[in-house]
């Protein structure tokens, strides 16, 4: 996907998201960190410039509840990284929480953010929102919004680069 492919799939997104949900007043877009913050935000931009309000933006940083930290040991987190750098500056309770993450594999990305977004309180529903769905799950977890659909074999990498996070100037993704 090029920077065009991207843009029309968050519109395209962004259009599905609004049309399942109707009134956009009870919806916030929260992002996976790093890259699902991005696109949480370009999605939000597109919501608001639709319905002409506010849709309010929060990060997750779901390091402390991965699932395979005690199999790396904190000793091999890189020092900081045990900083939360969460930042959701709103109530979830009864709000339809759109999670947004850059790419859907395991699942288990998903579950760690699942269950630090339920220690904020009780959403009325949690929707998932990804830009490339490359299959390979290994948990029971499936996207409401999907960008593109990718197939891989498992010993290859998929990488987005986008403008805001990575040094190239252009967004793109990139099967490796």
């Known amino acids: 996907m090029n920077a065009r492919e991207i843009k029309r799939a968050l519109t395209r997104m962004s259009l599905e998201i609004m049309e399942r949900n109707g009134d956009v007043s009870d919806l916030v877009v929260v992002g996976i960190i790093t890259r699902g913050v991005s696109l949480a935000v370009r999605l939000s931009k597109l919501m608001a410039a639709e319905e002409g309000i506010e849709v309010k ?12 930290l005690n199999l790396q040991g904190r000793d091999r987190i890189p020092p900081g990284e045990l900083v939360s750098k969460t930042d959701i500056p709103f109530d979830v309770n009864d709000k339809v929480v759109i999670l947004v993450d850059d790419i859907l594999y395991t699942g288990r990305t998903t579950r760690a953010a699942l ?14 929102a990804i830009l490339v769905d490359r299959g390979h799950r290994e948990l029971p977890i499936r996207p409401d919004y999907v960008g593109k659909n990718i197939s891989t074999l498992r010993e290859e990498k998929v990488k987005v680069q986008l ?14």
Do not use: H, K
């Open 57 to 68: 933006i929060g990060s997750l940083d779901i390091t402390l509840y991965r699932d395979d």
């Open 163 to 176: 403008t805001e996070v990575d040094e190239v100037d252009q967004d793109r993704v990139i099967v490796i």
């Open 115 to 128: 269950g630090q977004l339920m220690d904020f309180g009780r959403p009325r529903s949690i929707q998932l």
